[in-house]
């Protein structure tokens, strides 16, 4: 056999041992089945559909930054949560010695009332999307989305559109919405369902540089007590929350107790009555318009 030849032959002997040496091993994680995205959205919405409203009470802490001021103004009390499907919701909040802020969303414009310096800011959901709505220290309209108990939209095509990803490492499924903005497609917001219990663990709303606005964790679920059916099987919340503002460097941890649908006649319609920012202003409260001049 020539030079050649017996080059080849090697050649090809240390192939057929490299294929038949052992796998090299997987990276910890989960590899098993997964579900569609279809099952996700429809197991996701089983669970939210019966929380078409809720009432509850929390206790937080709260580091509120005002940018125009250079201020971290820090809090800690109690208050209660209201919300009701899809878009409505109101927080308050308070110590023993007075109120310190509301905050809350009509589904069409939302507001802040820090109380302790006397300043309200409000806006409306089109001022929002107009990307310039830092100016506020929290944004109840995005806190409205992580509170992770909205339905989600089953007709899977519209806008913004869903994409399902599976974190091996994690063990999440990895759900990313997306809308067309100004050409090209953007990320919106992005959950984290827990693959055993398919209950948020993690949320992320983007601006529409695709910079993350908000990132969230939801932690100890409680089910909330329903009408009918075996207490096993009634829906479940997140009573345990953390925020994060990067852009503000404000943050928000709150925990919530004694959920239910509603208490005492709580939420009604009159719950999230914004209040009338020209007569908070007769009364020397400071208030900014979000986006009407951003000099503000």
């Known amino acids: 056999m020539n030079r050649l030849g017996i080059l080849l032959t090697l050649i ?3 192939g057929l041992s490299a ?4 796998a090299p091993p997987m990276a910890p994680g989960y590899y098993g089945d997964t579900i569609t995205l279809e099952q996700l ?3 996701v919405n089983e669970n ?11 206790h937080f802490q709260a580091v509120l930054v005002d940018r125009t001021k250079n201020q971290a103004t820090h809090i800690d009390g109690y208050g209660n949560l209201l919300y009701t499907s899809p878009n409505q919701m109101k927080l308050t909040a308070k110590n023993e010695v007075a109120d310190l802020f509301d905050m809350g969303s009509d589904g069409s414009q939302f507001w802040l009332h820090e109380k302790h310096d006397q300043i309200f800011w409000w806006g409306t959901y089109a001022d929002a999307e107009g990307g310039d709505a830092d100016q506020i220290p929290v944004r109840p309209d995005l806190v409205l989305e992580i509170l992770g108990i909205r339905s989600l939209d089953a007709f899977l095509l519209r806008e913004p559109s869903p ?3 599976f974190n091996n490492i994690a063990d999440v499924y990895m759900l990313d919405w997306q809308a067309e903005f100004a050409g090209h497609w953007a990320a919106v917001k992005e959950i984290w369902y827990d693959r055993q219990t398919l209950l948020p663990k993690r949320v992320l709303l983007f601006d529409a540089k695709g910079r993350v606005a908000l990132w969230a964790t939801l932690s100890n679920y409680q089910r909330v007590e329903w009408p ?3 207490p096993s099987s009634w829906p479940m919340m997140a009573t345990q929350f953390n925020l994060y503002f990067p852009y503000t460097g404000s943050s928000m941890a709150f925990e919530l107790s004694d959920l239910t649908l509603s208490h005492n006649g709580f939420p009604n319609a009159a719950t999230y009555r914004m209040p009338d920012p020209a007569k908070l202003a007769a009364s020397g409260v400071k208030v900014i318009h979000i986006n009407e001049n951003s000099g503000n």
Request: charged share 25%; aromatic share 4%; proline share 7%.
């Open 12 to 14: 090809a002997a240390l």
């Open 48 to 58: 939210n559909d019966r929380l078409p409203t809720i009432w509850a009470r929390e």
């Open 228 to 230: 009918a059916g075996d």
């Open 163 to 165: 994409v399902l990803r």
């Open 41 to 43: 959205v429809g197991r």
């Open 19 to 22: 294929c038949t040496g052992p």
